[in-house]
């Protein structure tokens, strides 16, 4: 993560990046309706930013996007198996609490 500098008192603007990993974990009715389908994780890019409002020294308010690159699931069936990448958007809006 890295802090952008902004004249702005309170206000802390910070952009991210890095590498993680998604699993995937079918629910038991996909699995009744297909005994192939098991778990199944995919490695993803991750990006985004965000702002951190300062409401006292401790406490605020956090507005973020985080998006998510990944190959899509196929859970080891032929029939799902679309071989193309996708993307997932995370916006959020949350409290936090620095100690």
Not at 55 to 73: C, I, S
Request: proline letters at 5%; glycine letters at 10%.
């Amino acid at each position: 993560m890295a802090h952008i500098p902004v004249n702005a008192r309170g206000v802390r603007p910070y952009a991210l990046a890095g590498a993680g990993a998604l699993v995937f974990n079918p629910t038991d009715d996909a699995k009744t309706i297909n005994a192939g389908i098991d778990r199944q994780a995919k490695a993803t890019f991750v990006y985004g930013g965000g702002v951190n409002f300062d409401v006292t020294h401790n406490f605020g308010v956090r507005a973020e996007y985080r998006g998510l690159v990944y190959k899509a699931p196929d859970f080891k069936l032929e029939q799902l198996n679309l071989d193309k990448v996708t993307h997932l958007a995370q916006p959020s809006v949350g409290l936090f609490f620095r100690f």
